[in-house]
């Protein structure tokens, strides 16, 4: 596979295997990288979409109606497939971050690390993390999270691990969706009724605490962004708060002041495998089936 994120060689990325995700993709490490570094990178970006996704998930059946629902399922689905193969492509970088299994498991790399990782293990941002809360509050937390991802997706296009590339390549035009998605609903409730008004200034205060650790640099991220192979979320901070500043501006909400300082995240957070109690409880339900039967065939 060639480097280059614009032609056929990326077309992978859309999926073609449900048994390898990454089956005739050159998996090489680019030169001087790390394959533990370079797999805990992806973790973070996995399960940043794989806890997302699950979230969104939750809404399938109960959103404000049937259009949304399907909308919201088609979200999740798209960060379910971004978990997919930045988790495998975690497992071909380095075997040793994948948990071990009974001998004899069908399960393949990338469930495994879905699937038989504790809370502890994951290193998902606590912005995905909490309960849904009401529908007002599910649209500003997405728009929080697709706007910071789009932001650190469009620079990975030019990642020199070719797979990182093409992983972004593909997820930048459904990340911009979400993004566009959220802000219309956000602009839409605030200039709604007076309750769905009230409901989603109290969603955007709700999830508001949460983008401090969004801006919060790594050691891995910041040695990996050196080496031309992740991007720094530190520079993508201006370019995030220029676009909510804006939507805010649409939804006459300039009062919440999205480009304030706001709180300083003090202390390990998720990055670091320090959670908020709702993960383990997500991971709980989403893990049940497949630890209760880790020999199964489906």
Same mark, same amino acid.
Do not use: M
């Given at each position: 596979m060639s480097g280059s994120v614009t032609g056929d060689d990326a077309h992978w990325a859309f999926g073609t295997s449900f048994v390898d995700p990454l089956a005739g993709v050159d998996t090489t490490l680019p030169d001087g990288v790390d394959g533990g570094e370079l797999a805990a990178y992806c973790l973070m970006l996995g399960d940043d979409a794989l806890v997302a996704s699950h979230r969104l998930a939750e809404w399938c059946s109960n959103a404000p109606d049937l259009e949304?629902?399907?909308?919201?399922?088609?979200? =999740?689905?798209?960060?379910?497939?971004? +978990?997919?193969?930045?988790?495998?492509?975690?497992? +071909? %970088?380095?075997?040793? +971050? @994948?948990?071990?299994?009974?001998?004899?498991?069908? @399960?393949? &790399?990338?469930?495994?690390? %879905?699937?038989?990782?504790?809370?502890?293990?994951?290193?998902?941002?606590?912005?995905?993390?909490?309960?849904?809360?009401?529908? &007002?509050?599910?649209?500003?937390?997405?728009?929080?999270?697709?706007?910071?991802?789009? =932001?650190?997706?469009?620079?990975? *296009?030019?990642?020199?691990?070719? *797979?990182? /590339?093409?992983?972004? /390549?593909?997820?930048?035009?459904?990340? +911009?969706?979400?993004?566009?998605?959220?802000?219309?609903? @956000? *602009?839409?409730?605030?200039?709604?009724?007076?309750?769905?008004?009230?409901? *989603?200034? /109290?969603?955007l205060r709700a999830v508001w605490p949460h983008r401090a650790e969004l801006a919060r640099t790594h050691p891995v991220e910041a040695r990996l962004a050196r080496a031309g192979v992740a991007v720094d979320p530190a520079d993508v901070v201006a370019e995030v708060d220029g676009v909510l500043a804006q939507v805010l501006r649409a939804a006459d909400l300039d009062d919440l002041g999205p480009c304030a300082a706001g709180p300083v995240l003090d202390g390990p957070g998720g990055r670091d495998g320090r959670h908020t109690p709702d993960l383990a409880a997500l991971l709980a339900e989403m893990q049940v089936v497949a630890r209760a039967h880790p020999a199964g065939r489906w």
């Open positions: 949304e629902d399907v909308a919201l399922a088609n979200i =999740a689905l798209d960060l379910l497939g971004q +978990a997919r193969l930045l988790l495998a492509r975690a497992a +071909a %970088a380095d075997p040793g +971050a @994948v948990p071990p299994l009974p001998a004899g498991s069908p @399960v393949p &790399g990338e469930d495994a690390l %879905a699937f038989f990782r504790d809370a502890d293990d994951y290193r998902c941002v606590r912005l995905v993390e909490p309960e849904n809360g009401d529908f &007002g509050e599910t649209v500003a937390r997405l728009l929080c999270f697709a706007t910071w991802r789009l =932001a650190l997706l469009a620079r990975l *296009v030019d990642s020199r691990d070719p *797979v990182l /590339a093409a992983i972004a /390549a593909k997820g930048v035009k459904e990340v +911009a969706y979400h993004r566009d998605h959220a802000a219309r609903w @956000v *602009v839409t409730l605030a200039r709604g009724t007076a309750e769905s008004r009230r409901r *989603v200034r /109290a969603g």
